[in-house]
C-alpha cells in the first residue's frame, strides 16, 4: 500500500521506550488484513472506510497492544482497525458497558457545566497522580472539543489535549449509546492539528462505520428495559475516570484498570502519533481474509 498513517500510544517515556525494540523484531510478528467487508464487535459490527484500511485479529491486537503499546491486560480492547479513509489514523472499539440505557437529559439540565468543569478539575488531580506514579510530567492543557451530547445520534463525544512528558497528545473519544448501555470508541485522527469542526467530522466518519446489532441499538429501548442508575454526566465520568454521584473511579474503558509491564497503574491512556511507526512496523504488504 502506498502510505499507513503512523500511530501509537504514548504511556510518558516508558511506552516509547518499550515500544522500539519491537520495530526491528515486528516485521513477521503482525499480519494486517485488509479490511473489505463489516467484522463483528461484541455488540454490533465495523465497517471499513475506504480502500486502505486493515485491522488485526484478535490474538494479534492483544498482542499488538501488549508489545507496542506495553498493556499488561487486554481487558477491555474489542476491536482494532487502522488507515479508516482520510480522516481516521487508528480506531479502537472498546468492550461494551451493559449498565442499563442511559438517558441523556442531565447534559442539557441547569448545572451541567459546572459538572463537567467539576469533573475536569477531578480529571486533572487524577493526572497529577499518574505522573507521580510514572515519575514524568503529565499535564491537561484543554479541551479541544468540550464534551458533548448529540440526541440525534445518541452519543457523547470529547476531544482533549494533554502533554505526557513534553509529548502533546490529542484524545478523542466517542461513546456510542445502545438499548444496554454504550460503547466507547478511542480514535486518533489522521492529522494532529485538526480544528473543532474537523474533528466533528471525524466523529462523523466513526459513528458511521459501526452500527449496533439488530434490536440493540437506543432506539430500540422498550418499557421494562434496565435504565442505567446514571446518565450521560455519568457515562462521562466513568470514561474520565473520575467520581460522579453513583459513578464510582472507574478509569479507561469504564472499570477496567490498564497497568503497564513495569506495574504503573495508569488512569487513561492518551493516544498520539509517532512518525512512520506504524508504517515502518506494518511494512509488508497485509495479508487477504481467508
Known amino acids: 500500500m502506498k502510505s499507513f498513517r503512523s500511530i501509537a500510544v504514548v504511556l ?7 515500544a522500539a525494540p519491537a520495530i ?38 492483544c498482542d499488538f497492544a501488549k508489545v507496542e503499546w506495553g498493556w499488561g491486560s487486554c481487558n477491555g ?3 482494532m482497525a487502522f488507515v479508516m479513509g482520510q480522516g481516521i489514523d487508528t480506531l479502537v472499539v472498546n468492550d461494551p458497558v451493559s449498565d442499563g440505557f442511559v438517558r441523556l437529559d442531565d447534559f442539557f439540565a441547569s448545572g451541567a457545566t459546572a459538572e463537567i468543569d467539576s469533573m475536569t478539575e477531578d480529571y486533572k488531580a487524577g493526572l497529577a497522580e499518574q505522573a507521580k506514579r510514572l515519575g514524568k510530567p503529565v499535564e491537561f492543557v484543554g ?17 482533549l489535549d494533554s502533554k505526557w512528558d513534553g509529548n502533546a497528545t490529542t484524545n478523542v473519544k466517542v461513546m456510542l449509546l445502545d438499548r444496554y448501555g454504550y460503547v466507547a470508541v478511542d480514535l486518533v485522527p489522521a492529522r494532529a492539528d485538526l480544528g473543532a469542526e474537523e474533528i466533528k467530522d471525524v466523529v462523523g466518519q466513526a459513528v458511521g462505520a459501526y452500527k449496533a ?27 474520565l475516570g473520575v467520581k460522579f454521584g453513583k459513578v464510582a473511579t472507574v478509569g479507561l474503558f469504564a472499570g477496567l484498570a490498564l497497568l503497564l509491564k513495569k506495574g504503573a497503574f495508569l488512569i487513561i491512556v492518551p493516544l498520539v502519533a509517532l512518525g512512520g511507526y506504524i508504517k515502518r512496523l506494518f511494512r509488508r504488504k497485509p495479508d487477504m481474509p481467508a
Open 12 to 18: 510518558a517515556a516508558q511506552i516509547v521506550a518499550l
Open 213 to 239: 446489532k439488530a434490536a440493540s441499538g437506543y432506539a430500540d429501548f422498550q418499557e421494562g428495559d434496565q435504565i442505567a442508575a446514571y446518565g450521560g454526566l455519568g457515562v462521562l465520568a466513568a470514561v
Open 77 to 79: 480492547l474489542d476491536k
Open 24 to 61: 526491528a523484531q515486528g516485521e513477521d510478528k503482525y499480519h494486517p488484513v485488509d479490511f473489505r467487508q463489516p467484522i463483528a464487535t461484541q455488540r454490533g459490527e465495523l465497517s471499513p472506510i475506504g480502500d486502505e484500511a486493515m485491522y488485526l485479529s484478535e490474538k494479534e491486537s
Open 143 to 159: 479541551w479541544r472539543i468540550y464534551p458533548t451530547a448529540d440526541k440525534v445520534k445518541n452519543l457523547i463525544y470529547y476531544a
